[in-house]
């Protein structure tokens, strides 16, 4: 599969994860689980500054400076599988997944908007051309989606306070199902590793430009 997307690679960010078995209990593990789960610590780095003793310290303004850019990639895959649920061209599974993950994306986006009140950055535009309507390129956009979302969270969770880290905690294994899940549909292994790193912010930043979606 390749599209604008095509060009992302396993070694530009880790791949996810936890393996499901058939189609229908997969299903019923990403319905049945959008509040539960727990995060994977990954490097100190606070939004891709090398760790010291001050910057790897938990703090209220470093959780929400931490919120506020898992917030933007909320937005982006809210965005993503909003517009292709609504286009209608998905068929069978790929349209339970895009329904079932938009759903999931926007109580994330709500979760993180709430949690910064007044501090929640403003939603971008995004551009997502065909991505949204072509099966094909949906898949191959998904899978690349899916896999930086869980990496940039790997890569920040660690510098959260224990009070964040325990509110987050319900959004980071669903990330890692939605993965798993599109790519098996896509054919390819759901958990190719037994642990994932995390990515810096500058890495995840660079990884979502390349998508052509964040201009």
């Not at 989606?145 to 509110?167: M, R």
Request: proline fraction near 5%; charged fraction near 20%; include cysteine.
């Amino acid at each position: 599969m390749r599209s604008r997307c095509g060009t992302f690679e396993a070694r530009d960010l880790p791949v996810a994860h936890a393996p499901l078995q058939g189609s229908t209990s997969r299903r019923a593990v990403v319905r049945g689980t959008a509040a539960a789960g727990a995060f994977v610590l990954g490097g100190a780095t606070v939004l891709g500054r090398p760790a010291t003793a001050a910057a790897a310290r938990p703090s209220r303004s470093q959780d929400q400076a931490i919120f506020n850019f898992a917030l933007l990639l909320e937005y982006l895959q809210a965005a993503f599988y909003g517009q292709a649920a609504a286009r209608g061209r998905l068929r069978g599974e790929l349209r339970d997944f895009a329904e079932t993950v938009a759903g999931h994306e926007h109580a994330h986006v709500e979760f993180l908007r709430k949690a910064l009140g007044r501090r929640a950055r403003r939603e971008p535009a995004f551009h997502f051309g065909r991505a949204t309507s072509v099966e094909r390129e949906f898949v191959d956009a998904a899978i690349v989606l899916e896999n930086i979302g869980v990496a940039a969270y790997n890569g920040q969770v660690a510098n959260l306070t224990k009070k964040s880290l325990a509110a987050a905690a319900e959004i980071v294994s669903v990330e890692g199902r939605h993965a798993a899940w599109i790519s098996d549909l896509a054919g390819r292994p759901p958990a190719p590793r037994a642990a994932d790193p995390g990515a810096s912010a500058p890495e995840v930043l660079a990884a979502l430009r390349k998508t052509g979606f964040v201009r």
